[in-house]
């Protein structure tokens, strides 16, 4: 089974993800920020990133960078779930190793979709 990490400062809209993600049979890891998300990077096997941009503490796009910086961690695929549909922001995400931007408000099945796509077996 894939274990997802979600990072996001909004408790409801993880737990969102985290409902469809689980209804699709997958794990969730939840974290508030992008430094709390680095903190679940303990060697435990993630498969995938769900990440909002903007978060108090660290904002996603510092944290897939430091993510990115760990070598278990490097080619772990990320897809931002944010309000920012700006294309100069979708080009940092990108240069950071961003694989999928997703806008919210988002569809489940739209996010599952993406998800389905980038898991990695």
């Given amino acids: 089974m894939a274990t997802i990490?979600?990072?996001d400062d909004s408790s409801s809209l993880r737990q969102v993800v985290a409902i469809a993600?689980?209804?699709a049979g997958y794990d969730v890891i939840e974290a508030g920020d992008g430094k709390q998300a680095l903190s679940k990077l303990d060697g435990t096997k993630i498969n995938l990133v769900v990440s909002d941009v903007n978060?108090?503490?660290m904002d996603g796009l510092t944290f897939v960078t430091?993510?990115?910086k760990l070598?278990?961690?490097k080619f772990?695929?990320?897809i931002m779930l944010t309000t920012e549909?700006?294309?100069d922001m979708k080009e940092r995400g990108k240069a950071a190793?961003?694989?999928a931007w997703v806008v919210k408000p988002f569809k489940p099945d739209q996010m599952l979709n993406a998800v389905s796509k980038l898991i990695l077996p």
């Fill in 71 to 73: 070598p278990k961690y």
């Fill in 76 to 78: 772990t695929p990320v």
């Fill in 55 to 57: 978060m108090p503490v």
């Fill in 97 to 99: 190793g961003v694989k």
């Fill in 85 to 87: 549909a700006g294309g």
């Fill in 66 to 68: 430091e993510m990115k």
């Fill in 5 to 7: 990490l979600i990072v």
């Fill in 21 to 23: 993600l689980k209804g």
